[in-house]
T-cell receptor, first 110, second 115 residues
Framework: AQSVTQPDIHITVSEGASLELRCNYS??????LFWYVQSPGQGLQLLLK??????LVQGIKGFEAEFKRSQSSFNLRKPSVHWSDAAEYFC????????FGAGTRLTVKP | DVKVTQSSRYLVKRTGEKVFLECVQD?????MFWYRQDPGLGLRLIYF???????EKGDIPEGYSVSREKKERFSLILESASTNQTSMYLC??????????????FGPGTRLTVT
């Protein structure tokens, strides 16, 4: 069965700084890959998705993610973080069923 | 705009009570899901349904049951609530089809406390 690892439980960045959230997956083939964001007290919202093709995918709110097959990774990036980006971020793998990582909580310092 | 609603945002129940959590989607989606979310564990699938009156067990179905009598509504039932079922419960829905299965739309969640 596939699995997802988000190595960072909590990350703090300054407003305006760049951001990279890490995600590694374990699966025999190339799965479908997703990033979701959960603002406090809210459900999850889909940020972006990868099915096939171009390994750099663009999402909403200025986020992008890059699929690297050799590293089994799908890291999420944003060039300049805004205070409103403070939330919890979940990486997910779809292959038969859906598996979510444990999440990375992002704090943004003013 | 896509909408998934859950009947309660916060719920407090006593041990042994029967608890109903309701989820409604207005997108005519075929598939609906119930997850529980716990710190450090991410989301874990309890049950899902791919059609009316159809259900499949997820990873942690013990202590739960579900009901889907209408396409838009998916209910999660805790037959006899226990303290280890204190958690955030999230409902999601998707269209049918292979890729669409993974593009999940979530409700706001119900934070259940069992005392």
């Amino acid at each position: 069965a596939q699995s997802v690892t988000q190595p960072d439980i909590h990350i703090t960045v300054s407003e305006g700084a760049s951001l990279e959230l890490r995600c590694n997956y374990s699966y025999g083939a190339t799965p479908y890959l997703f990033w979701y964001v959960q603002s406090p007290g809210q459900g999850l919202q889909l940020l972006l998705k990868y099915f096939s093709g171009d390994t750099l995918v663009q999402g909403i709110k200025g986020f992008e993610a890059e699929f690297k097959r050799s590293q089994s990774s799908f890291n999420l990036r944003k060039p300049s973080v805004h205070w409103s980006d403070a939330a919890e971020y979940f990486c997910a793998v779809g292959a038969g069923d859906m598996r979510f990582g444990a999440g990375t909580r992002l704090t943004v310092k003013p | 705009d896509v909408k998934v609603t859950q009947s309660s945002r916060y719920l407090v129940k006593r041990t042994g009570e029967k608890v109903f959590l309701e989820c409604v989607q207005d997108m005519d989606h075929e598939n609906m899901f119930w997850y529980r979310q716990d710190p450090g564990l991410g989301l874990r699938l309890i049950y899902f349904s791919y059609d009316v009156k159809m259900k499949e067990k997820g990873d942690i179905p013990e202590g739960y049951s579900v009901s889907r009598e209408k396409k838009e509504r998916f209910s999660l039932i805790l037959e006899s609530a226990s303290t280890n079922q204190t958690s955030m419960y999230l409902c999601a829905s998707t269209l049918g089809g292979q890729r669409a299965l993974y593009e999940q739309y979530f409700g706001p969640g119900t934070r259940l406390t069992v005392t």
